[in-house]
């Protein structure tokens, strides 16, 4: 991978590196993000707008390719979301996804009407038509449906490419004009010649090239900070995870010594973690890092808690306060950089923006810190490299830029730490024992070749006491839960079946090798009911 961060290049040709993109025009479907990111795979880029997007507002975009999600009206529905009726005649080609599909019926002169029968779930797709869209989609592949209308009487110049036993025509196209429609959904994983269609219109019909590459990505958006932070200084508050890791990463290639990262020690990370973090970034990246150790604030803004909530309130009222006497005694900052990911960018897509200059302002800093506002005169502009990436491509930057894959692979961590999960009250004590039993946790985790199979693994201490036997004493001491779960997106989840063999290490370890526990108990509770997170 070269990296040019000579000159900066005029924001007109970062248009130009942009130019390989297919737009979605969202309906409201809970699925056009994920249409992102399966185009995203094909390595050419991709971004959700609102269908409100005007054809004019389109033109200047020149995408190679619009689709149309699917949304939760009906096209008959009096407040049902109509796109600009323009975009047909911008000769770019368009998919319809379901409900962008019967919209592109009706508005080119066909007939939607309700299903006798509403379709949902798996379909087996007939396929009439192999050429084109459908190119290698096998005939009798399984797609996913999930509709109650249908399109009737297709519009003049329109024709079938495949139908289902309850959906005469379940893929059509006007192939001269380029467009097309899918009542089924491409997008979802249960849909399995899926991303073969979807490769089809980006590469078939749209005519893209490959230019969405993790490289291509470091190398622009080095250009861009450069463009918008100029001689100013940038502040970044590292967490340790892989967004901020890897955003101090970019920014420092940027704008060097303009950058000054800064890392709040609560005293409520794992064992190791702080040195661990400030040493890669010093002796691997040649990044200093300005290490705040505030372990003795935190902990006495804390001392007699016992309500969760208080608990937390109070460390993100804490770190409010130590990032606010830090930033002043090392800035002034120009800039605050932010980890914001490019699904919290379609989700907050209207707030947070100065509607004076149009930029978006920190009110608060990023959610994992669970903090609230900055105080007013602390306002920063914010550089935000990553908005326009999902997860998975911040993990692929990380690793392309060396990032160590304990950190690019690292589980969720709740920004108060073992502070929550340290039940009641909070002591330099049953922090020390924890850190140690989650150390274990994590050893034989790691030992095992589970770390990756995991959503999140870790160790609980109770503020209580049971009694045990060890050697001819009675002991009388603290239980550790551990808590393992298997998750998508940490919304639901569901205790970890691990192999009991691997347990019994881990209880006669902790039992053996923590002083103050005599007890280890497996949490089988999903969520709901439960949380995973025990505070
Ligand atoms: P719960 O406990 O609500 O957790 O089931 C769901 C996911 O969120 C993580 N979590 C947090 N993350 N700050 C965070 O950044 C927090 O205060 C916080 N609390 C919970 C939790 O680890 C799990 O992955």
């Known amino acids: 991978m070269t990296l040019q961060t000579s000159e900066p290049l005029p924001i007109e040709s970062l ?36 269908y409100r997007t ?59 009407t309700r299903s006798q029968r509403a379709e949902y779930g798996k379909a087996s797709l007939s396929i009439d038509d192999p050429t084109d869209l459908l190119t290698n989609v096998e005939d009798g592949t399984t797609m996913w449906m999930s509709h109650g209308d249908s399109c009737n009487v297709l519009p003049p110049g329109f024709e079938i490419l495949a139908h289902t036993d309850n959906t005469p025509s379940a893929a059509i196209a006007h192939h001269e004009k380029k467009l097309y429609g899918v009542q089924f959904h491409p997008e979802v994983v249960h849909s399995v010649g899926g991303q073969a269609l979807i490769r089809n219109f980006v590469y078939h019909i749209c005519d893209c090239e490959p230019t969405w590459t993790t490289a291509a990505f470091v190398e622009q958006s080095i250009r861009e900070i450069q463009a918008k932070v ?21 920014l420092h290639k940027a704008i060097g010594d303009q950058l000054t990262c800064m890392f709040i020690d ?45 608990k937390r309130r109070r460390i993100g ?26 699904p919290d960018v379609i989700e907050s897509a209207d707030t947070n923006v100065d509607p004076k200059t149009g930029e978006r302002v920190a009110v608060k800093i990023k959610s994992h810190h669970n903090v609230g506002g900055l105080p007013k005169d602390l306002r920063f502009k914010l550089v935000e490299p990553l908005r326009k990436l999902f997860k998975d491509e911040v993990r692929k930057v990380g690793r392309s830029i060396g990032l160590p894959e304990e950190i690019v692979n690292r589980h969720p961590f709740p920004g ?120």
């Open 15 to 50: 248009a130009q590196l942009n130019r390989q993109i297919i737009v979605i025009l969202d309906f409201g479907s809970q699925y056009s993000e994920l249409i992102a990111r399966r185009i995203r795979e094909t390595q050419v880029y991709s971004e959700v707008l609102s």
């Open 54 to 112: 005007t054809a004019e507002q389109l033109l200047k975009l020149n995408p190679k390719g619009i689709i149309l999600s699917g949304g939760p009206s009906s096209v008959y529905d009096p407040v049902a979301p109509h796109c600009d009726r323009q975009i047909w005649e911008l000769g770019i080609p368009i998919l319809g996804v379901c409900y962008g599909m019967q919209l592109m019926v009706q508005q080119q002169g066909g007939e939607v």
């Open 230 to 250: 100029g001689d100013k200084r940038v502040l970044l508050a590292l967490s340790g995870g892989v967004d901020s890791s890897t955003l101090a990463f970019l």
């Open 266 to 310: 609560q005293g409520f990370m794992r064992k190791h973690e702080p040195e661990r973090l400030v040493k890669l970034f010093k002796e691997q990246f040649h990044i200093g890092v300005e290490y705040v150790n505030a372990r003795d604030r935190f902990l006495s803004s804390i001392a007699d808690i016992t309500d969760p909530e208080e």
């Open 317 to 342: 009222h804490e770190f409010i306060s130590v990032f606010e006497e830090e930033s002043r005694r090392l800035g002034p900052f120009d800039y605050l950089a932010q980890g914001t990911l490019y």
């Open 416 to 535: 108060p730490g073992l502070a929550i999960r340290i039940l009641g009250e909070v002591t330099s004590e049953r922090l020390e024992i924890l850190r140690d039993a989650d150390l274990i946790v994590r050893q034989e985790i790691n030992r095992q070749g589970m770390y990756s199979l995991l959503w999140q693994a870790f160790a609980v201490l109770l503020p209580i006491r049971s009694v045990g036997v060890m050697g001819d004493k009675r002991t009388y001491a603290y239980p550790i839960v551990l808590r393992f779960v298997s998750s998508e997106d940490g919304m639901t989840a569901d205790w970890a079946r691990v192999p009991y063999e691997l347990l019994e290490i881990i209880s006669t370890r902790i039992v053996n090798e923590v002083p103050g526990v005599n007890r280890v108990v497996y949490d089988v509770t999903s969520k709901p009911p439960g949380t995973i997170e025990w505070e």
